[in-house]
């Protein structure tokens, strides 16, 4: 059985789900930027101020909602749970030094006269 490289692709982490949200987070962005936020902004101009302190909080929550999408997102992509809670390892097992001299010794014998 070989030793296993721990640099190998297999044993790194995949950068694919992190792409994929990123990249999902950002299609939302876009979309509620587009179809939401850049109409209320014109709308916002000619309202009255009653109606501003309503759109005024309808995008403060709309923010608070994409935050906590990406903080949570970000959370479960890059696993951090993994620094505040570590799993518990097995017990480690100490190492048995042998004196090199003595066991070259041991092999090296006289070799017997015929």
Do not use: C
Not at 17 to 23: E, H, I, K
Request: proline share 8%.
């Amino acid at each position: 059985m070989q030793p296993t490289d721990p640099t190998t692709p297999r044993d790194r982490p995949s950068i694919w789900p992190t792409l994929a949200f990123l990249v999902g987070f950002s299609i939302l962005l876009i979309a509620i930027t587009r179809y939401y936020l850049i109409p209320a902004l014109e709308v916002y101009q000619n309202a009255a101020p009653r109606d501003q302190k309503v759109m005024s909080a309808h995008s403060a929550l709309l923010l608070a909602i994409l935050l906590l999408i990406l903080a949570s997102g970000l959370i479960l992509t890059f696993r951090i749970g993994r620094f505040f809670f570590p799993r518990s390892s097995d017990k480690r097992s100490r190492t048995k030094y042998v004196d090199a001299w003595a066991e070259a010794g041991k092999r090296n014998s006289p070799a017997e006269k015929d």
